[in-house]
């Protein structure tokens, strides 16, 4: 079945340490997005992709950051510079024409210790 | 600024009636709008979408409305069923330069669907 997949579900890191979620999808699509929610937030946008080897900056992009070397991948890592990393992040995916929706992944959910 | 905003956190209705969900958004600039349903600890999935050259979208139980003027859209589910308890995203594309469609997300309403 196509879909996007995200691991681990749960993560927990110590402060301090980088940390590396991991996003695939194979839906074949071109762009790909990482959200951030904490509780009583929307989704908000860290990075994002339309491209192999091209990325930009979403709304809250400090402290983080991604590669796409793969269409099908876009790992999301959170650096030791992130001021508040615990949250849920959220992958999602768009084939690259007009009026299609973003399709998400289950999400992981990080704790920083 | 807020550009999409869900001003109520929560709602709560019974089965079989009418559940309404409001956004209002302020940049006049966004050419397509979405709704996602997110159940705890999971991705939000698609619900429905509507076009801004369109005022109304039907999909099964669920209904947007657009008015453009009055920046504002609402999805109405008919009838709610216990099943629909979830948070309620909507969201707004602004097109941008070549193929750049970023969507902004309200916080969500948290629709409750008493038996």
């Known amino acids: 079945d196509g879909g996007i997949t995200q691991s681990p579900k749960y993560l927990f890191r110590k402060e301090g340490q980088n940390v590396t979620l991991s996003c695939e999808q194979n839906l074949n699509h071109d762009a790909m997005y990482w959200y951030r929610q904490d509780p009583g937030q929307g989704l908000r946008l860290i990075y994002y992709?339309?491209?192999?080897?091209?990325?930009q900056k979403g709304d809250i992009a400090e402290g983080y950051s991604v590669s796409r070397e793969k269409k099908e991948s876009f790992p999301l890592t959170v650096t030791s510079a992130q001021k508040n990393p615990t949250a849920f992040y959220l992958c999602a995916s768009q084939k690259q024409s007009s009026y299609n929706e973003q399709f998400f992944g289950p999400g992981t959910r990080l704790t920083v210790l | 600024d807020q550009q999409v905003k869900q001003n109520s956190p929560s709602l709560s209705v019974q089965e079989g009636r009418i559940s309404i969900l409001n956004c209002d958004y302020t940049?006049?600039?966004?050419?397509?709008f979405l709704w996602y349903k997110k159940y705890p600890a999971e991705g939000p999935t698609f619900l429905i979408s509507i076009s801004s050259i369109k005022d109304k979208n039907e999909d099964g139980r669920f209904t947007v409305f657009l008015n453009k003027s009055a920046k504002h859209l609402s999805l109405h589910i008919v009838p709610s069923q216990p099943g629909d308890s979830a948070v309620y995203f909507c969201a707004a594309r602004e097109p941008g330069g070549g193929s750049n469609y970023k969507l902004t997300f309200g916080k969500g309403t948290l629709l409750t669907v008493n038996p």
């Open positions: 992709s339309q491209i192999v080897n091209d990325f």
């Open positions: 940049n006049s600039m966004f050419d397509y």
